[in-house]
């Protein structure tokens, strides 16, 4: 079973950037699709960008494109997330997931979780 665990959130200002890493306890971590969520305040858990097994495909919701990165590090078990020009609604508990699964957006296909890392940015 692949432990996730995330690290990197903070309290940033408008315009400021964030990286989050991800690290798995698992070296099969390889033969996943890694993804991030971000949940804010009353709202439900969103998509915001997954990476594929080989690193070469990525997927970004709309909100984030052109502002977020995501990048895999498998000689570390490592997956990140560059965030650039943040926003206050970009404010969550942003949560790395993995799964052997396909290409999904919906939170229920992924297997395992981190516990989650608060980004916090004041307008």
């Known amino acids: 079973q692949v432990q996730l665990v995330e690290s990197g959130g903070g309290l940033v200002q408008t315009g400021g950037s964030l990286k989050l890493s991800c690290v798995a306890s698992d070296r099969t971590f390889t033969y996943n699709l890694m993804a991030w969520f971000r949940q804010a305040p009353g709202e439900e858990r969103d998509f915001v960008a997954a990476i594929s097994w080989s690193g070469t495909s990525t997927l970004y919701t709309e909100s984030v494109k052109g502002r977020f990165t995501i990048s895999r590090d498998d000689a570390k078990n490592t997956v990140n997330l560059q965030m650039n020009s943040l926003r206050p609604e970009d404010t969550a508990v942003y949560y790395c997931?993995?799964?052997?699964?396909?290409?999904?957006?919906?939170?229920?296909?992924?297997?395992?979780w981190g516990q989650g890392t608060q980004v916090t940015v004041s307008s």
């Open positions: 997931a993995a799964t052997r699964g396909s290409w999904d957006i919906d939170d229920s296909s992924y297997d395992y």
